[in-house]
C-alpha cells in the first residue's frame, strides 16, 4: 500500500487514534495535514513524522467546532489538493436520560457531528477533483447502546447515517465515504472523562475477557483500518461502511 504523492488530512491529530493514523499513513507516502487544538502535542506529532523520514507534515493549530474553513483553506493552499479526509477529531462525556444536560448534549454534537458535516462539505470540491474519499471515526457506541453515555451513542449514530446517507450522495462524484467503528482502543481519552492511568489499565484488563480475540484495542489497529479505507486501491468499490474494529466484541 502506498500514498506516495497523496494528500490526507486528519483531524484530531495531537492524540490518541488520530495522531498514530497520521504517522502511519506518512509513513505510506502521504503529505498529511494535521489538526488539533494542543499546539504542544500536535507538534510532537509533526516532529515524530518528520524524525522518520516521512513527507514533512503541515500542522494546523485550529478547533473542528469553529475553524472548519481556515483547515480546508491553508491544507488546500499548503499542498494544492485534497486526496483523503479522515474526521476523527471526537470528545465523550457522561449522561443519561435522568443526568441530560442540553449545553453538553450540544457540546458532544459540534464536536461529532456537526463539524464533520462542515469539514466534509468543505472538502467536497477538492475531493472531486481527485476522486478522493472521506473516512469516519465512530465507534461501536453509534451501534450498541452503552449505559450512562446517551449524548456520545447518540452522536456516533447520527454520524453513522451521516457515512451511509453521504455515501450515496457523493458515489456519483466517485468520492467513497466509509467509517471504522472501533470498540475499546488504548488512548488517553479515557483520561478526559476522569480515570487516572491506573483505573484505564484496569479497566483494559478487565475487558480482556470480553473480547473474542483476547484483547482491547491499540491505536495501529485503527490505523491499519483507516488506511485500508483510504486506499483507492484496497478499497476503490467500498463505499457507505460501518467496519467494527472491536476483535469480534460485537459478535459475543
Ligand atoms: P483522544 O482524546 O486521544 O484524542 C482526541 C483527539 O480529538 C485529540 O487529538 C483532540 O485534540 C481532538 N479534538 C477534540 N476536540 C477537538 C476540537 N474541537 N477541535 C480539534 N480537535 C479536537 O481520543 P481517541 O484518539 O481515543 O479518539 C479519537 C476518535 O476515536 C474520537 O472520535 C472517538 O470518539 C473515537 N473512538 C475512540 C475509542 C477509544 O476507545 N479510544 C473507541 C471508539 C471511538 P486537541 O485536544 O489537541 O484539540
Known sequence: MSFEGKVALITGASSGIGADAAIHLAKLGASVSIVGRNEIRLNAVAEKIKNSGSPVPLTIVADVTKDAERIVDETIKHFGKLDVLVNNAGIV???????????????????????????SKLCVPHLEKTRGNIVNVSSIAGLKAVPNVLSYCMSKAALDQFTKCSALDLAPKHIRVNSINPGIIKTPIFKTVGLTEEVAEKMFDEYKSKYPLGRVGEVSDTSSAIAYFADEKSASFLTGILLTVDGGFMLA
Request: no cysteine; glycine share 4%; proline share 4%.
Open 93 to 119: 462525556g457522561q449522561d443519561n436520560v435522568t443526568t441530560f444536560d442540553m449545553p453538553e448534549f450540544d457540546r458532544i454534537f459540534n464536536t461529532n457531528v456537526r463539524s464533520v458535516i462542515t469539514l
